[in-house]
């Protein structure tokens, strides 16, 4: 399990990037993160609304079934922190080959 300060910030990015191939309304967005992260409803929503208010993120309304589905479409804002995470990642991952390194090495599987 993911410590939950950790998730809220990827899941900040991984909802921009589903958003980022295409736009997408909450059900779908929820489906398509299932591939690599659990998001539930109660979760996803407010992370939605808060990158909007950021401006990360725009709606819209687009009618289905006779009812208003909201959309939503990524900004250049929301795309910009999707490249600033990516260019931090090589100092992510050296921090988990640490944190990694420092597990094994408790386990004794590291050589000394």
Do not use: N
């Not at 079934?65 to 910009?80: D, E, H, M, N, Q």
Request: contains cysteine; neutral net charge.
């Amino acid at each position: 399990m993911i410590d939950p300060q950790l998730k809220r910030g990827l899941l900040d990015i991984c909802v921009l990037s589903a958003l980022r191939r295409e736009d997408s309304y909450g059900y779908r967005i929820i489906k398509d993160l299932s591939r690599c992260i659990s998001i539930s409803e109660s979760t996803l929503y407010p992370i939605l609304r808060r990158l909007e208010e950021a401006g990360r993120l725009t709606v819209y309304s687009v009618e289905h079934s006779g009812r208003l589905r909201k959309f939503y479409r990524i900004t250049p804002a929301g795309i910009a922190q999707i490249e600033q995470f990516l260019t931090s990642w090589p100092e992510i991952a050296r921090v988990y080959d640490f944190i990694k390194e420092s597990a094994e090495y408790d386990t004794g599987t590291v050589s000394q």
